[in-house]
């Protein structure tokens, strides 16, 4: 299956510095060794490829399940499906450490805890408000008798 068959995009493509990088990386205990400028281009092509098919099959896979998601067990399937059962271990430890990852990351303050107040301050405050809003409320509109 090529991107073709998917509607012919050729724009589907990897970022060339991050194809490097992750060479650079590999390659790095390997002195004198280079990765040419066309053999990163068809690595490029053939990791597309791969992401395509894996992903038809995860889509295929969750339609089935009635789901409008691909999940991680979908992803499972299909590789299992497609032949590449040997690399689910890998990939569930990797998005293992991916949620925990996530987990420990920061979370972004709320507008309450940025406040700086404590709840009861808050409360307080709301109630305050209300008050307030009853009052203007229940006092009814204002009558000006200026310009009469």
């Known amino acids: 299956m090529s991107d073709r068959e998917f509607g012919g995009n050729d724009d589907l493509s990897l970022p060339k510095a991050t194809v490097d990088k992750i060479v650079k990386e590999i390659l790095q205990n390997e002195p004198g060794m280079t990765f040419g400028k066309d053999t990163r281009d068809l690595l490029i092509e053939c990791c597309v490829e791969f992401l395509t098919l894996v992903s038809s099959e995860s889509n295929e ?58 709840e009861e301050e808050l409360v307080r405050m709301q109630q305050e408000l209300f008050r307030s809003a009853t009052e203007k409320f229940n006092a009814g509109p204002q009558e000006s008798t200026e310009g009469s």
Do not use: C, N, W
């Open 61 to 118: 896979i969750a339609e089935k399940d009635a789901k409008k998601t691909i999940g991680y067990e979908h992803v499972k399937q299909a590789l299992e499906d497609l032949g590449f059962g040997d690399m689910v271990p890998h990939i569930a430890q990797v998005a293992s450490e991916f949620k925990d990852t996530q987990a420990k990351r920061e979370r972004k303050q709320t507008k309450i805890e940025q406040s700086g107040m404590t």
